[in-house]
């Protein structure tokens, strides 16, 4: 994983806001603006010159979020979970997602299907899809669509 910031021009002269975007195997996600303004020409591409009087506080900050993301992708590591830099960004930004079982089960025949890993023949696939069926049948009999997972 790549942690990258990259100064954005701001309306005030001579000033621009750091933004963050995380990377890995080529697939990006923006991450959004950190909350600093600095003067561009304090900006060396990773850190803040020493030029700025702010300079070790706003470096600080940068190596904060740089470690939160860090931390973030070693968690899911450990889990063993599927990495994205999209779930990093949802996971630093504490989105919680209410995600309905049904939305779910979609996201995972998605994902099951363009996983060259498990390498799904489409006989599989037909039956998870039948499974998708049966399960919706069920859930409208039910009145339970909007059941959470």
């Not at 005030?12 to 950190?34: H, V």
């Not at 700025?52 to 070693?74: G, H, S, V, W």
Request: net charge neutral; aromatic share 10%; charged share 30%.
């Amino acid at each position: 994983m790549e942690i990258s910031f990259w100064k954005h021009k701001s309306k005030q002269a001579g000033k621009a806001q750091l933004y963050c975007r995380i990377t890995m195997d080529g697939e990006r996600a923006e991450i959004g603006s950190t909350g600093l303004t600095i003067y561009t020409d304090h900006w060396d591409g990773e850190r803040i010159s020493d030029h700025d009087p702010e300079a070790f506080f706003k470096n600080e900050q940068l190596d904060i979020m740089r470690n939160q993301l860090r931390a973030i992708f070693n968690d899911f590591f450990r889990k063993k979970e599927k990495i994205t830099p999209a779930k990093i960004k949802r996971a630093y930004l504490g989105q919680t997602v209410n995600i309905t079982l049904l939305s779910a089960f979609a996201m995972y025949l998605k994902d099951s299907a363009g996983d060259e890993e498990r390498n799904l023949k489409e006989a599989s696939l037909e039956v998870y899809d039948n499974v998708r069926k049966k399960l919706t049948t069920f859930l409208i009999e039910e009145k339970a669509l909007d059941l959470l997972v």
